[in-house]
Structures are given as structure tokens and as C-alpha cells.
């Protein structure tokens, strides 16, 4: 597999699941997570430690990356948004929470450097975590394992919300919470596995990324507003869509940019970061609904000449 | 059964209830009728902890419930049926009434559902449907159906009948005397289309401006000419019967 293409798999599956992750959080909580940015950083430090201290391949540790971004998750629900959410707080108050939240994680992360720095004598600020990766079949390992972690975590979601009493209650919950809370569904207990699941997937999500980048105290920040990009390009108000505007961003920012260096020379690299958003701008003039609102299925019966009576 | 005492509530700072006391006794319909915007919803979500409750009190069997969440009343044995958003639009018929019986086992839930599709049987023909495809009757038919799901001493509906078909309508209301009739339940009603509601309750309160203007017997309120020719539209001679007029409340909410 070529490198590039190796490296937008991982990105894209890291911003799959970092996009999913903001897109189920505002979908439950109304909240636009600023934090995520640190909480994917963390997910990374998370790894590695492990793998400078511990040694082994870095996808040992994503388990406990998930469970170190859940853990953030929680302790922002119950320090910050409950509270906002019961005082009826607007979007906006909820937000800026949330970059407080961050900006806090983002000075601990500082300090857990410095402790990795001269307690532990390691170089925590610039890691190319691909030096603990081995290949299979011949290509980067993390192009073909990530992208598979990526599709089973969001296999098991989608089962966890459609076949499970709790993941029902949640869907319910997040489309009508005053007629949940009359039927007995406890709200609190749904925002609170929101934050669990969101949270998990930040770190998870940063950890995966910096497989495919330079990983610094600074990656989360550096890397938000592509993670906000894909929420956004998947409507906001599908968890599916979100996962898949994510997907397309990032696989934008490689295999585009890829692209058109070929066709008009290297300067395009230059303007690598603006390529994703470029893209997001026109699908959303197109589709103001992002891709969720897109009707895929009267498309794809278009595409192969079926009638169908439906919009999707 | 409930009791609501010297009730003041609204939304944020905007007060809508003023000094609201009303008493739903056991085994009965209650109805509480009024013009628009005078509370009627307001005083059933101050009941449910969805509005916010400045003062007063509300017990439910003697205990107080002011101020508490709605998924704890609803493990005491209330259920509420609100006006609007009274589905799960987007699950299916079978899902939105496993949600109504969230609270109880498996079982239970499957044997009730199908008690459910029984009693609507529109329902059954359209069980793995998204609710948001159900027509407007339907989707009431279902937002009942969840309602009675898990056997409650108490229903809070709101307003069934609003975009009904007069047909339909009249069905929801034969409907909602049955559930007394033969299930025993409590039912506190809120309703628009008063005549017909004064004509299957029990007991009456007219709200108007966020105040009682009426408490008495259901057939009083009916036969009052003044009141429900004024603010319910109900036209007809006065009957005799005892009938307890309330003073005007401050309130213009």
C-alpha cells in the first residue's frame, strides 16, 4: 500500500471515531466538546507510556486509552455539564465549558510531559509512535488495524443502540428526553454513558491518530477543528453521519492532496489543512444537511436506473 | 390520590400558575378545561417536575412529589401523556412501547405490548414502523398505548384529542371513560374539547389565566351558563345543582 494511503487510512479512521464521538455528545447533551481535543491527546500519552515504558506494540494500550478518555468523559459530566444541564444552560455556555475543561487538560498533559521529561528521562514532546508499529503484508501495520478496530468499535455501537434495551433507551433519550424521563428512562444515566462513549472514543481516536503524525502536547488542538469539520459535514444529528463525515475529511486531507500535487505540483502540499475544509464548505452548500442528509438510497436508485416511491 | 396545593409555577422567571389548588380523587376522571393559554399544560408539567414549581405543593397518595423527576413519578406509578411529542418518532411501534415499559421485566413488557395491540389493533399492522410514519390518529392511538403500558394508578393526559378527525377524536374519548370504566385507573385530563370532556368526567376545574375559576362536579361546569358560555363556548340552559364559584386569581398568565 502506498504511503500516503496507508497514512489516510489511519487518519481518517482516528478522525472517524473523534467526529463520532462529538457528534454523540451534542446529539445527547447539546454540548459541542471542546475538550475532545485534549481528551485524543491524552488517548495518545495514554499509549505511550505504555509502549516507552512497558515496551510492546501500541495497540495493547488502546483499550486502556478508551477507558483513560471514558474516565475524562465522566469526570466533565459530573464537574461541569450536569450541572449546566439542569440549570437549562444555553449551547454556548455549554461549549465554553467545555474549552475551560480543555484548557485545564491541556496544562496537566504540560505537566505530565515535564514528569516524562526529567522524572523519566523520555522525550514526550515529539514521538513518531510509528517507530513502535511492525508491518504486515507488507505495509504499516496500524493501515490495516486501525481502520479494522475503527469498523468493530462502530459494528458494536450500532448493535449496542439498536439491540440493546439501555442503547434504545439512549436513542430515545436523545430524540425525546421529557417523554423518556415520564416512561422511567433516567436521563442522567444516558448523558452520563454519552460521556462514556464519547470521551472513549476522543482517546481512542487520538491514540490511533498518532499513528499516522507527530504526537505533541499540542496534537489535539492542532488536529480539532478537523474533527469538528466532520461532525459538521455529517449533519451534526446523525452519530453515523458524523462517523463518516470524519472518515471523509481526513481521507481528504491525504488522498486529496495527494491528488492534486500530482496534477499541479508540490506547492499544493502547502495548503494541506485547507484542502478537508475546503471540501466540507462545498458539500454543505450542496447538502446543508451534511451527508446524513443526504438521500442516499433515491441516489443510489438513480445511479442504478430503480424506481423507488422513497426518499431515504 | 393527588393533590395540588396553593400551586405557584411557570417557565425560568415567567410565572403562568397562580395559587392553583386542585384535588384528583381515586378510581375518577378529572378534567381541567379553559380557554388557551391558561395553564392547563403548565399545571400538568408543574405535576410531572418538567415546570418550574416558585411555591406550593404536590402530593401524590399523601406524599410529596414537588419538584421531582419525571422518571421517578413514573416509578411511582404515574404515566404522562403529553399533548406534543408523545411518540419516539424515529423507533418503531414495538420500540416505543418497550419504552414505555421501560421499567418493567422483559416479560411483562412483551405480555403488556400485546395486551396493547389488542386494544389498538391499528397498532399491530404497523408494529416494526417508524412512529413517524403513523398518521396523526395513530400516533395519538400509540401515545396512549404507552401510557397505559405499565399499569399506572395515575394518567396525565394532555389534550388527546388536538388534530383529530371528529371521529377519532370521539374514539380517543370513549377510550379514555373505558380506561376508568373498566380498568380503574385515575385520570387528571386536560382537554380543549370541553364539552365532551365535562360529558365522561367526574370532577371539573376551569382555569383561565393561570387561575381557577371553577372547581366542582364535571355535569355543574356543563350546566353553568355563565362560565362555559364565556370561556368554553358550551351554550345551554342552566341546570340546577350546587356550584362553587371561585373568586378571580391576581394572576394574568
Known sequence: MAPWLASGFIYASALALTAGGITLLYMSTRTFNFAHASMATCGFYVVYTGCALYGGAPYRYLPLAFLFGALLGVICYFGLNRHLLRRGAAEITLMMSTLGYDLILLSVIQMYCDYLTFGLRLYPRRVSMSVYDFELFGTKAASIILPLIAIVFITALHLFLVKTKFGVAMRATIENPVLAGASGINSDRVYMTSWIIGGGMASLGGAAMAMAMTGTPVMGMTTIPFMFAGAILGGLHSLYGGILGGFVVGMAEYAGVFALSKQFGPWVLGYRMGIPLLLMVFIMLVFPRGLAGIPWAALFGRLTGKKRGVSA | ?253
Open chain 2, 1 to 253: 390520590m393527588l393533590t395540588v396545593k396553593n400551586l405557584n409555577a411557570g417557565y425560568g422567571k415567567l410565572q403562568v400558575l397562580y395559587d392553583v389548588s386542585i384535588e384528583v380523587p381515586g378510581k375518577g376522571i378529572t378534567v381541567v378545561v379553559g380557554p388557551n393559554g391558561a395553564g392547563k399544560t403548565t399545571l400538568l408539567c408543574s405535576i410531572m417536575g418538567i415546570a418550574n414549581v416558585f411555591s406550593g405543593e404536590v402530593l401524590f397518595e399523601g406524599a410529596p412529589i414537588t419538584g421531582q423527576l419525571s422518571y421517578m413519578l413514573a416509578k411511582k406509578g404515574i404515566s404522562y401523556v403529553p399533548q406534543m411529542g408523545n411518540v419516539f418518532a424515529e423507533l418503531t411501534v414495538m420500540d416505543n412501547l418497550q419504552m414505555a415499559g421501560y421499567l418493567m421485566a422483559r416479560d411483562e413488557v412483551k405480555h403488556k405490548a400485546e395486551q396493547m395491540t389488542e386494544m389498538f389493533p391499528v397498532l399491530k399492522k404497523f408494529i416494526d414502523r417508524k412512529a413517524v410514519t403513523l398518521s396523526g390518529g395513530e400516533r395519538r392511538m400509540l401515545a396512549v398505548a404507552m401510557g397505559l403500558m405499565k399499569n399506572p394508578k395515575l394518567m396525565l393526559l394532555d389534550e388527546l384529542s388536538t388534530d383529530l378527525a371528529p371521529i377519532i377524536a370521539e374514539r380517543v374519548m370513549l377510550e379514555v371513560a373505558r380506561l376508568r370504566d373498566e380498568l380503574g385507573i385515575t385520570i387528571l385530563f386536560v382537554e380543549q374539547m370541553a364539552k365532551r370532556a365535562l360529558e365522561i368526567g367526574d370532577t371539573a376545574y376551569l382555569l383561565v389565566s393561570g387561575g381557577l375559576k371553577f372547581a366542582g362536579k364535571a355535569c355543574d361546569l356543563l350546566h353553568e351558563p355563565e362560565l362555559a358560555g364565556l370561556y368554553l363556548g358550551i351554550k345551554q340552559a342552566p341546570a340546577g345543582g350546587p356550584v362553587q364559584i371561585i373568586p378571580s386569581s391576581e394572576g394574568s398568565g
